[in-house]
């Protein structure tokens, strides 16, 4: 059989003084100063959610009108090397017409 651990000879202190009314007090104002703290990081939390979907509302907003902006300046862009196309084109057709080519010949070599 194991024996038992200490000795047999030990006194035993009976702490018969507590006062539960003052741990119960205790735990009680430390339990509503959590809640309390709770409660206001709740608070900042819907602040900073309300505040989070109104930038990314504007972020959206933002976004969109960037790709717009993108879009029109390809489109001038593409405008503008079309007409610089075009006039080069002509440049090139009025040189070859001033060199005394006819239109048939001008014709053929683009062909």
Do not use: C, F, H
Request: hydrophobic share 40%.
């Amino acid at each position: 059989m194991a024996r038992p651990k200490g000795s047999k000879n030990k006194t035993r202190i009976v702490n018969a003084n507590v006062d539960y009314a003052a741990v119960v007090a205790e735990k009680t104002a430390e339990k509503e100063k959590i809640e309390s703290e709770v409660a206001a990081l709740t608070t900042n939390l819907d602040d900073l959610k309300t505040q989070l979907k109104a930038k990314k509302a504007e972020l959206k907003a933002a976004t969109k009108e960037l790709t717009k902006a993108e879009n029109k300046k390809a489109a001038v862009e593409a405008k503008a090397a079309e007409e610089a196309k075009k006039g080069e084109a002509e440049d090139v057709l009025k040189k070859l017409l001033a060199s005394g080519m006819t239109a048939e010949e001008i014709l053929a070599k683009l062909q």
